[in-house]
């Protein structure tokens, strides 16, 4: 079992800046990936980006390049999201889920784990 926390969100206005951070306990396998997804209220849950297990791969859904960037510290199987210029559109539950394979896709069924979220709200 692994388990999955989210911390970091909150309220800011936009064009503020903001760092989510994941962490994954548990089971002592190494080479698993993770991944970010956020769901805005009556919206489906879509795929933010995703670190491969060494964190040497990175990847970032299209609109939210130039502005997320995602970084992984394996010494504490720690997940990182920084969020740059953030709009009143990048309010949303932040979900953080973790791949025991190592797959670092949009899809959620590609995930094993996930946390419980955390809200970020961006005020205009």
């Known amino acids: 079992q692994v388990h999955v926390v989210e911390s970091g969100g909150g309220l800011v206005q936009a064009g503020d800046s903001l760092r989510l951070s994941c962490e994954a306990s548990?089971?002592?396998?190494?080479?698993?990936?993770m991944a970010w997804f956020r769901q805005a209220p009556g919206e489906d849950r879509d795929f933010v980006g995703a670190?491969?297990?060494?964190?040497?791969?990175?990847y970032i859904a299209p609109p939210l390049k130039g502005r997320f960037v995602i970084s992984r510290d394996n010494a504490k199987n720690t997940m990182f999201l920084q969020m740059n210029r953030l709009k009143p559109e990048d309010t949303a539950t932040y979900y953080c889920?973790?791949?025991?394979?190592?797959?670092?896709?949009?899809?959620?069924?590609?995930?094993?784990?996930w946390g419980q979220g955390t809200q970020v709200t961006v005020s205009s």
């Open positions: 889920a973790v791949s025991m394979e190592g797959h670092t896709g949009r899809r959620q069924y590609e995930y094993d784990y």
């Open positions: 548990g089971r002592t396998l190494t080479t698993f990936s």
């Open positions: 670190v491969s297990w060494n964190g040497g791969d990175t």
